[in-house]
């Protein structure tokens, strides 16, 4: 059986390509089409459906420029609503790609749409079953999505639903079948995913939480639902996206491809009220960069992380990369919505410096001097999330994670001098960047984060003190 998977680490995501025969299927595509058309053309394969498990929410999904382009048919689960031409299949309707069938298997939780696929080879044997968000590797979907677009649905209705989906329509399936998820670990769509990105769902069965064989209805809810933390702002935004539709990649491709020198960089900033975005490296980054500009460093998760911390999915961003990366950084805004990209820095911040403008700085220190600073008993803000904070943390430290810093910026001292940190860096830069641009000069940042931080003798504590930010 040719069925492959695609996946995209810095989102977490796989898409699936199945061909026989000469006809060929995408599942859950990415926003960037053009991969998934070379790779049928490799094949001499015309791609005959593209097939959606869900309305997404962690991303905007290719299926309109891949129908457009290809002249392929959309296929959504039962009672999908898209606001486009699609096919809405009924439960256990079967699609035929060259001797391969595809058989539509309803399992509603994650979302009310939400549905599997079942791969059936040239001998009509089952061989896997793509699972979009009801079944991970290690978890199942979270439940709490739909209820932020469908306001009747709360998340212990949607969870008792996937209860009956899993037992129902998916553990009766043979042992042997290979599971095919939308996501892998480092996705905000689940809370366990593992880092395996496959596997059969008999052993699925033995190790996967949600898949006891004993598990009552009330055990599998609570179980659940226990630790989900607030989805990020960007999810219920992509669902709309992906329900309505959306502009084409082309143009919005279009639109940013417009190099700036310094002079007109700043004019558009200014007239435009656009957020400058740097996406260099956190080091680049912090030894020079335009003022107020903004840290999301395209070698982290950069695209969720812009989706958590810019609130208007609508924004004018300009942006400020290595050269050559301006195409990419366009590319990895618009998986998550954000395609009000209106130019970049032609030459990256090089050109800015010759034009002798402006340049800020992050003030930051190493593991070594944080050692000795710690003796004068500074304010110290861990920006990390609250279970890496929980696990360890240096003694009399504060908890503002950075998902929740636009809620909590008044929590970050202004009078007094204060040091952050993260794991590694990454998302402490981030976090700097943000406070410069709105006033805040009074704090250093330590190389290597936690990370650097763990081979000093800094007193280190488990504990959950009373100031940790809880959400």
């Keep these: 059986m040719k069925i492959e998977q695609i996946y995209t680490g810095c989102i977490s995501h796989a898409a699936y390509y199945l061909e026989s025969n000469g006809e060929a299927a995408i599942f859950d595509p990415l926003r960037e089409v053009q991969p998934y058309i070379l790779r049928a053309e490799k094949d001499n ?25 290809t002249g392929a048919t959309i296929v959504y689960g039962p009672t999908a609503k ?15 790609i060259g001797e391969y069938m595809v058989k539509v298997i309803h399992t509603p939780g994650h979302t009310m749409e939400s549905t599997c696929y079942l791969i ?17 590797i290690g978890d199942v979907g979270r439940p709490d999505l739909a209820q932020h677009v469908v306001a009747e649905l709360t ?47 008999g052993h699925q069965k033995k190790v996967n939480y ?31 996206m992906n329900i309505k539709g959306y502009e084409s990649l082309d143009d919005v491709m279009d639109r940013a491809n417009k190099p700036l020198n310094a002079e007109e960089f700043e004019l558009t900033a200014n007239n435009m009220d656009a957020l400058i975005l740097d996406v260099r490296s956190p080091e680049d980054f912090a030894i020079g ?30 942006l400020v990369a ?68 929980n696990a360890e943390h240096i003694e009399g430290a504060l908890n503002i994670p950075l998902d929740y810093i636009n809620e909590h910026l008044a929590e970050f001292p202004k009078e007094k001098p204060f040091i ?20 805040w000069n009074n704090f250093v940042d330590v190389e290597g984060g936690f990370k650097a931080i763990s081979e000093t003798n800094v007193p280190k504590t488990t504990y959950v003190c009373p100031s940790t930010f809880k959400k």
């Excluded at 486009?84 to 035929?96: G, I, P």
């Excluded at 949600?210 to 179980?223: N, S, Y």
Aim: charged share 25%; with cysteine.
């Design 120 to 136: 059936i080879d040239e001998n009509g044997v089952q061989h896997g079953i793509i699972t979009g968000d009801t079944l991970f």
């Design 322 to 389: 290595e050269h050559g990366r301006e195409e990419e950084a366009v590319i990895r805004l618009s998986r998550v919505g954000y395609d009000f990209c209106i130019g970049y820095l032609k030459g990256g911040i090089d050109t800015w410096k010759n034009a002798g403008k402006e340049i800020d700085q992050i003030d930051r220190i190493n593991a070594s001097e944080f050692e000795l600073r710690m003796q004068g008993q500074p304010i110290v803000i861990d920006i990390r999330n609250k279970n890496e904070f």
């Design 289 to 318: 960069f335009i003022p107020n500009s903004i840290n999301i460093g395209i070698d982290g998760n950069f695209a969720s992380w812009v989706g958590t911390l810019i609130p208007d999915i609508k924004q004018e961003i300009l």
């Design 420 to 439: 952050m940190h993260c794991a590694g860096g990454y998302r402490s830069m981030i976090a700097a960047s943000i406070l410069k641009s709105r006033g």
């Design 210 to 240: 949600a898949l006891r064989a004993d598990m009552t209805r009330e055990e599998f809810i609570k179980e659940l639902l226990e630790g989900l933390t607030a989805p990020p702002g960007y999810f219920p935004k992509n669902v709309l």
């Design 45 to 69: 394969a015309k791609i005959k459906y593209v097939f959606e498990t869900h309305f997404h929410a962690d991303f905007v999904s290719g299926h309109l420029d891949l129908a457009k382009k």
């Design 155 to 201: 998340q212990e209705k949607l969870a008792s639903l996937l209860f009956d989906s899993l037992r129902n329509r998916i553990m009766p399936l043979n042992d042997d079948l290979i599971v095919y998820p939308n996501h892998g670990a480092g996705s905000a769509c689940g809370k366990n995913m593992s880092k395996e990105t496959t596997d059969t769902l």
């Design 82 to 96: 898209p606001g486009f031409d699609a096919l809405v299949a009924d439960d256990n309707q079967e699609f035929k």
